[in-house]
């Protein structure tokens, strides 16, 4: 049975005011495609609600809808018509999966490149090799000290850390 | 005019050839695109901000404190672009934001003030029209092309502040503009499912199969996009669709800036459309281009 968690309920409406505007008409549910072609499976509405009633259970521990299938096309919030940010509230939810460690590899994967090399891709040497014959000038990107002391600042370290270590 | 650039991950690291066009491209009108060292990922706003929104915001916010041009800043991709303006969006809206992460910009000796203009690189091909409708030396005559804007090229229209989020138009107009024909078709704002695929690959390959069987049932004979997530959706997945499912996709995919540079007169192979893994040679033969 999900438990009501007002403390979180009250943290998602702290974070993004718009959840309390929402009269669950399913607009963003019928513009989905993700709902489409899931058959309901994923179901922006659905998430909106849970996160109405502060149902962190649900959200956070079970993922019921998984918040992770939401493709960011952004459909939703354009057609909802009170202005619900839904997925600035599906990204408060998923923010807080990661603090959890509750979350995709591959986003982990994504994670840790950035914070190894301030960059999602590393340059191969293929790719080296291929700007060269093309004609295209050598990037020089962040350097990566300071990338890493801005990303301890945000904690963002720690949590990669903290999913490596489990 | 000049503008600086910010070229992202995605394009530089792994299909510079997007690149190499689209310079190519921008020299030609005569548009400066100023390189800038030290920037880092944008980060991805489909990755990095679905995980930490504030470290998404303090990466781009270091990001834009290094552009200097009065013209602003511009990318070829569209998740940079969006990243790139909501982190402009979500400083200027909210003080506490701002100051937040000028505290943690001042760690690493930084500051943004949240200032410095964004743009996508096809914003600037429309502001350019005209300036493009004279370089065309050789209009792309039997082109029919399934113009595919992407999301984040167009949404949240309240960052993006570009176009229109259902009924767009800038980029069928360039496509137009350079004598290729558009082509309509079922499910052309609908998704590219490349973001999916970080959770679910049968789901994110269903998306861009729905796509590609609407493109061929449309008669288009090419696709044109603006992002390269959705180049890699198209392009990457056709061959791993046709061995799952028995389908004859062979449908190549263009860079808007290919497009534009094919038009001016540049030679295939200089822009690198050989590194293309469905070669539009068959496609140039064809229409006798």
């Known amino acids: 049975m999900s438990v009501i968690n007002f403390d979180f309920r009250n943290q998602v409406i702290k974070h993004n005011a718009s959840l309390s505007y929402c009269y669950q008409c399913s607009t963003c549910s019928g513009g989905c495609p993700v709902a489409l072609l899931t058959n309901g499976e994923y179901n922006p509405r659905k998430i909106i609600e849970e996160a109405i009633l502060g149902l962190q259970d649900k959200l956070i521990e079970v993922q019921d809808p998984n918040p992770w299938l939401c493709s960011t096309c952004q459909k939703c919030v354009e057609l909802c018509p009170q202005k619900v940010e839904l997925t600035e509230i599906f990204t408060l939810i998923k923010n807080k999966c990661f603090e959890e460690g509750k979350y995709p590899e591959a986003f982990h994967a994504q994670g840790q490149a950035v914070l190894e090399n301030g960059i999602a891709i590393p340059y191969s040497k293929a790719v080296l090799s291929r700007r060269e014959k093309l004609g295209l000038p050598i990037i020089t990107t962040a350097p990566i000290e300071e990338i890493k002391t801005l990303l301890r600042q945000t904690n963002f370290e720690q949590n990669i850390i903290k999913r490596e270590a489990e | ?289």
């Not at chain 2, 800038?170 to 490349?194: F, H, P, Q, R, W």
């Open chain 2, 1 to 289: 005019m000049s503008y600086d650039l910010f070229l992202g991950c995605v394009i530089p690291a792994r299909l510079p050839f997007l690149e190499a066009s689209s310079r190519k491209v921008f020299e030609k009108l005569g548009i400066k695109l100023n390189d800038v060292e030290g920037f880092s990922c944008c980060p991805d706003p489909t990755g990095i901000e679905q995980i930490d929104h504030t470290t998404w915001l303090a990466l781009g916010a270091r990001n834009l404190s290094l552009c200097r041009n009065n013209g602003g800043v511009i990318s070829f991709c569209s998740g940079c672009v969006e990243t790139l303006k909501g982190v402009n969006y979500f400083i200027n809206k909210d003080l506490t934001t701002k100051k937040e992460i000028n505290r943690y910009l001042q760690k690493v000796g930084k500051v943004y003030e949240g200032k410095t203009e964004v743009k996508h690189f096809a914003e600037i091909l429309y502001e350019n029209l005209e300036n493009i409708k004279k370089n065309v030396e050789k209009p792309l005559e039997g082109f029919k092309v399934a113009v595919h804007y992407g999301c984040h090229y167009l949404r949240p229209s309240e960052i993006i502040e570009w176009d229109d989020p259902f009924e767009p138009i800038t980029i069928d107009e360039i496509v137009k503009a350079l004598g290729a024909e558009s082509v309509e078709y079922d499910l052309k704002m609908e998704c590219c499912g490349n973001p999916v695929e970080k959770s679910d690959r049968d789901l994110s390959l269903l998306m861009i199969d729905n796509k590609l069987k609407a493109i061929e049932n449309a008669g288009a004979n090419c696709v044109a996009v603006v992002c390269p997530a959705c180049y890699q959706q198209y392009e990457f997945n056709q061959r791993e669709l046709n061995k799952r499912n028995n389908t004859e996709y062979n449908l190549p995919i263009f860079y808007l800036s290919e497009l534009v540079g094919l038009a001016f007169g540049f030679f295939p192979e200089e822009m690198g459309l050989n590194f293309h893994r469905i070669k539009p040679n068959e496609l140039f033969e064809s229409i006798h281009f």
